[in-house]
Structures are given as structure tokens and as C-alpha cells.
């Protein structure tokens, strides 16, 4: 009979501390149940990562950030460096520049549906006031407002560059690079 072989999860944050942290908690979590773990980075987000992994043995693989990318500082990694959130669009597009996109949903099923369904089906967009509440098609009794969806979903139009990046992140989950 064969052998099994161990789980090792591979593990690639977008380069944002609010989205890197609870990745990094779950590889401790992970580690600590004696699973391989490999955190793939890029050299300027390495030496935070290195210093919040510093008690566990946990594979860090350096990718280099492209240089040179019009709208992103020379040394910028990470959207806490962004001069303005409204370069985000141009730190998007620069990590296409990396290596073959994998795509992985991090939030919750239910999150990840209901902004689905925000997005298809507009509830909101036949409201006058910002404030006036709106049923979603399938959760009926959940009420929502423009205000309690963030940018871009609460906008009355889905358009921008964070409309574009997360449409062809959704193209690109669904049929590959």
C-alpha cells in the first residue's frame, strides 16, 4: 500500500497587511498541526512576514515586484506604501506582471455571494436615498442600503478600474490564466 502524502499548503497574501495577517495566524495554525506550509512574498513584505513567523518553521519564497510600473514608486510592495488608494488600480495590474496567477477566495461563502448578487442584480440601484433599505433577491430578509455596501458596490454604476480588476479576477478563477 502507498504512502500518504503530507498536506502543504501554499499561501500568497495580496500584498496588504489587513489581508496578510489572518493568513499569516491561519500557516501558524497550520504549522503547529505539523503541516508544510510555504508563504510565497515579495523581498520588501519578506521582512514583516520573517518577523511575524519567527516562532514557527515556515517555508518564505521571495518573487520579485516589477519594476518600473507607471503610477507605483520605486519600492513600493505593498498598498500600505501607495502614495493614494487611487493608484491601487496600477498595483493591481502590476502583480499580473509576476508570475502565473492562482486564485483563491479568502471571505466566507455567504460574503462571497452576497457581493454576487449585488453586483448582478443591482437591488439597491432602484433606491432614491442612499440610507433607503433594499431586499437582496435570495435572503429576502436581509435589508441593505447603499451605505452598508462599500466601493464600488454601493455605487449606482459598477464602473472603475476596482470594477475592471475584480471582474477579470473572476475570469480569471473561473477559466484560468
Known amino acids: 500500500m502507498g ?22 495566524h491561519l500557516a501558524t495554525l497550520l504549522c ?3 503541516i508544510a506550509v510555504t508563504v510565497f512574498t515579495t523581498p520588501a513584505n519578506a521582512p514583516f512576514i520573517r518577523d511575524f513567523l519567527q516562532d514557527v518553521s515556515i517555508s518564505i519564497i ?9 503610477g507605483i514608486p520605486a519600492g513600493v510592495e505593498n498598498t500600505e506604501k501607495l502614495p493614494s488608494m487611487s493608484s ?5 495590474n502590476a502583480t499580473k506582471l509576476m508570475q ?6 479568502g471571505m466566507s461563502v455567504f460574503a462571497n455571494t ?18 433607503e433599505p433594499s431586499a437582496v433577491s435570495s435572503f429576502p ?19 472603475g478600474p476596482a470594477v475592471d480588476f475584480m471582474k477579470e479576477q473572476g475570469m480569471f478563477a473561473y477559466h484560468g490564466n
Open 88 to 92: 491601487f488600480g496600477q498595483f493591481a
Open 114 to 131: 452576497l457581493c454576487q448578487i449585488i453586483r448582478i442584480e443591482r437591488p439597491h440601484s432602484k433606491t432614491i436615498s442612499p440610507d
Open 32 to 34: 503547529r498541526r505539523f
Open 141 to 159: 430578509w436581509l435589508k441593505l442600503t447603499r451605505n452598508d455596501c462599500p466601493p464600488p458596490f454601493g455605487d449606482l454604476e459598477l464602473k
Open 100 to 105: 502565473a496567477l492562482y486564485c483563491f477566495f
Open 62 to 70: 521571495e518573487l520579485p515586484f516589477p519594476k518600473g510600473v507607471l
Open 3 to 24: 504512502t500518504v502524502a503530507s498536506p502543504h499548503f501554499v499561501i500568497f497574501p495580496l500584498m496588504s497587511h489587513g489581508h496578510t495577517i489572518p493568513l499569516l
